[in-house]
């Protein structure tokens, strides 16, 4: 696997930005690696894949940034209400 390490580490770090539903199966990525002359076992590969997945494919899943402070004009939120009140027979 090892001279195919890098290719399938960029397939890895590509498919970890897709949704979840679009990525590459553990089966394509070894039908592309086979296409590319890799004659290794596909237990090897999920290894691998598990592995790359539980250390680095963390940190590329956990790299987001949501600001929590904004400029003026940025955001809003309206809370317009209007409540009607009866008291003593009397609408308020």
């Known amino acids: 696997l090892a001279p195919f390490v890098a290719t399938l580490t960029q397939a890895l770090k590509a498919d970890a930005h897709r949704p979840r539903h679009e990525r590459r199966s553990a089966r394509a990525l070894f039908a592309e690696l086979q296409a590319s002359g890799y004659d290794g076992g596909y237990s090897r590969l999920t290894d691998f894949i598990h592995a790359w997945r539980q250390d680095e494919g963390k940190a590329v899943l956990t790299k987001a940034?949501?600001?929590l402070k904004f400029e003026l004009g940025e955001a809003f939120q309206f809370d317009w209400s209007e409540e009607g009140?009866?008291?003593g027979g009397i609408y308020y």
């Open 85 to 87: 009140l009866v008291v």
């Open 65 to 67: 940034f949501v600001p």
